[in-house]
């Protein structure tokens, strides 16, 4: 009985350990080979650096402090689309359609078409 217990504690909490790191294993897969992704539409929790049209998502808060480019991707906007400076220096979940073909100014890996943003928790 105990040992049924104990196999099923450690098959939750091993649950839990890839639910929680799916999005982080999502984001480094895109960033090894966006080629894959190309025109598939994804959705990645990341670290938003936002100011005016420029939005780039870094995979953690340390790749933003450091501007790691290898560690983030490109979000393009609609022109004259929504504002969204209040999700700068947060955590966000990024919804949008892979270009592997396009790295913004900073020449990202890729670049994701934005099509929907919302606040996310970090990841753990």
Known sequence: MIFRTL????????????VANS?????RRLLG?????????????GFAHVDGESFVLFENERAASKL?????VSVAQRLNGPNYDHFNKHWVKVTGV???????????????????????????
């Open 98 to 124: 892979v270009d592997a073909y396009s790295h913004g100014l900073w020449n990202f890996p890729c670049e994701i078409l934005l099509e929907r943003v919302e606040p996310a928790q970090k990841p753990r």
């Open 23 to 27: 999005s982080d294993s999502e984001f």
């Open 68 to 72: 790691a480019d290898s560690q983030a």
């Open 33 to 45: 080979n966006p080629r894959v992704y190309n025109n598939k539409r994804v959705s990645l929790v």
């Open 7 to 18: 196999i099923k504690c450690i098959l939750a909490l091993l649950a839990l350990s890839l």
